[in-house]
């Protein structure tokens, strides 16, 4: 069971240069979704995908792009990569939850380390 | 703006121990709330989840809510240097878009030997 699988797992990058991080998920999740993790602020959402076919802004957008290319697969771009991008990037997804019930947990990948300099 | 607090820690407990970790938030039509432990350098993993008022047993941890009091609580029994990590409560509302999980900074338990 690979669960939710993430690439790179490092990268360095220079400021200005574009990437695409990619994520996939094999549980069959509906919802799909990019945070960050940095030292002191927590995880926080970037971009989410509840169902194939959309995506939604969350808490810190700006200076990302989402692709929700399929049911699997939601990956995550820096158009221009700037030294504030550095961090920690964790690709999770959960199933959808069912009529009356609250949501289910989240299953994470195992990051991606983006280093800007 | 839903928020989620934690103590940063770190917490120290002694092996054997009851560690007990605490969280807040702000919305009261949040529905659903987890525990994830985040061990250094590794990305979070499930380990409670809670969805009523009361408390909700696994193993070693204890899961309470009290939904009047907006508070969430883990309880880790007999704990083991193994435990030692980042706990990060998360909490969301109902469905859609508010089944986001918000999380907690986290906190940041030490079991010592």
């Known amino acids: 069971n690979a669960g939710v699988t993430q690439t790179p797992k490092f990268q360095v990058l220079k400021t200005g240069q574009s990437m695409t991080l990619q994520c996939a998920q094999d549980m069959n999740h509906n919802s799909m979704y990019w945070y960050r993790q940095d030292p002191g602020m927590g995880l926080r959402l970037i971009y989410y995908s509840a169902s194939e076919g959309t995506t939604d802004k969350g808490e810190v957008p700006n200076g990302y792009n989402v692709s929700r290319l399929n049911k699997r697969e939601f990956s995550l771009r820096l158009e221009s990569a700037a030294p504030s991008q550095t961090s920690v990037y964790f690709c999770?997804?959960?199933?959808?939850?069912?009529?009356?019930?609250?949501?289910?947990?989240?299953?994470f990948g195992s990051g991606t380390r983006l280093t800007v300099v | 703006q839903k928020e989620v607090e934690q103590n940063s820690g770190p917490l120290s407990v002694p092996e054997g121990a009851i560690a007990s970790l605490n969280c807040t938030y702000s919305?009261?039509?949040?529905?659903?709330f987890f525990w994830y432990r985040q061990y250094s350098g590794k990305s979070p993993e499930l380990i409670m989840f809670i969805y009523s008022n009361g408390d909700k047993e696994d193993g070693r941890f204890t899961a309470q809510l009290n939904k009047a009091s907006q508070y969430v609580s883990l309880l880790i029994r007999d704990s083991q240097p193994s435990d030692s990590a980042t706990y990060l409560c998360a909490v969301t509302g109902y469905g859609g878009s508010q089944g986001n999980l918000i999380f907690g900074k986290g906190t940041k338990l030490s079991v010592k030997p």
């Open positions: 919305d009261r039509g949040s529905q659903s």
């Open positions: 999770a997804s959960s199933a959808q939850p069912l009529a009356g019930q609250g949501t289910y947990g989240y299953t």
